[in-house]
């Protein structure tokens, strides 16, 4: 017998149906819809023809670049286990220890923390804090007041050293002792140039200004062995991100960038490095955009 409507007044389905749509839309795709509007009107203003395709593409990866940042500041702020750095910079930080608080941010950065893809990667700059054990070894103290330690350390533990890797913007840094201690000797020399401790290092060029305080960082930090742009940019979002110190990039910072420098002239054309980084940033700040967020949708897109 053929059964009639239910009480709710609902029509089952048959074999085959289609389950009604919801209205809902996916909030990423509906991001990304309002972000091609904005950036073809951006671009009208510019004068550039690109194609409606590439507008809805970089719109498209400009989007999940922004839920992915969202993201990884969410997991910045987990609760690590004792192998990760992150705990042992907000361990530091619980213990009022500014300068060790950033030396360990430093080895943070230098091995790649924040674009980690695997344990490896996440684990190494802890383990070499820790050498390669269970609580801090590698102090500011203690590597500041006897960098030949750690030189003959890192010489007769290099089997170990070289099980260490690096974040995805790192991938291409060295863990033979030689280069590491020089990465390392370098930050010390800039930390003595500039003020003798981590702190007033890094605070010395802190003038109130989140935009202004990051830009004078990044100058200087990029003498840095090994640092370069990449490198000081990232060390710095990190920085801000973990609250450590009030910096926020103010610019995409393209100018010496490849990945990202590339994606720009995927949009814009092949234009000088500055006039890329000009209508980069004046486009993420007409979209509301974060620099770092743009600089890395330019990177992403490219590929």
């Not at 290099?158 to 030689?178: A, C, I, M, T, W």
């Not at 640092?227 to 393209?254: A, E, K, M, N, Q």
């Not at 000009?278 to 509301?288: G, H, I, M, Q, V």
């Amino acid at each position: 017998m053929k059964q009639g409507p239910p009480i709710d007044g609902r029509v089952p389905l048959e074999p085959g149906d289609c389950p009604p749509k919801t209205r809902t839309a996916d909030p990423e795709r509906r991001r990304a819809r309002a972000l091609e509007k904005q950036l073809e009107n951006v671009l009208g203003e510019q004068r550039v023809r690109v194609s409606r395709s590439k507008v809805t593409r970089f719109a498209v990866r400009l989007g999940k670049c922004e839920s992915l940042a969202r993201l990884s500041k969410l997991d910045l702020r987990r609760t690590k286990p004792i192998t990760d750095i992150l705990f042992w910079i907000r361990k530091a930080d619980a213990q009022g220890n500014s300068g060790e608080v950033l030396w360990r941010t430093f080895l943070a950065g230098h091995f790649g923390r924040s674009t980690a893809l695997t344990p490896d990667a996440e684990q190494s700059a802890g383990k070499l804090l820790c050498a390669f054990g269970s609580a801090p070894c590698w102090t500011w103290k203690r590597v500041s007041s006897s960098p030949d330690i750690l030189r003959q350390w890192l010489n007769e533990r290099r089997d170990q050293v070289k099980s260490l890797r690096f974040g995805n913007h790192r991938k291409y840094e060295s863990h033979k002792p030689p280069i590491l201690y020089r990465v390392v000797s370098s930050f010390l020399e800039w930390v003595k140039d500039n003020g003798g401790t981590p702190s007033s290092a890094f605070k010395t060029m802190i003038d109130g200004a989140a935009e202004a305080s990051f830009d004078s960082l990044y100058h200087s930090l990029r003498h840095v062995f090994r640092f370069g742009r990449t490198g000081t940019f990232d060390l710095l979002c990190l920085l801000g991100d973990l609250d450590i110190l009030p910096v926020r990039p103010g610019s995409c910072y393209l100018i010496g960038s490849t990945g990202p420098l590339m994606g720009a002239r995927k949009l814009w054309g092949r234009k000088k490095p500055q006039e890329l980084n000009r209508l980069a940033d004046s486009t993420a700040r007409a979209l509301k955009v974060p620099f770092d967020v743009f600089e890395d949708a330019l990177c992403m897109w490219q590929k």
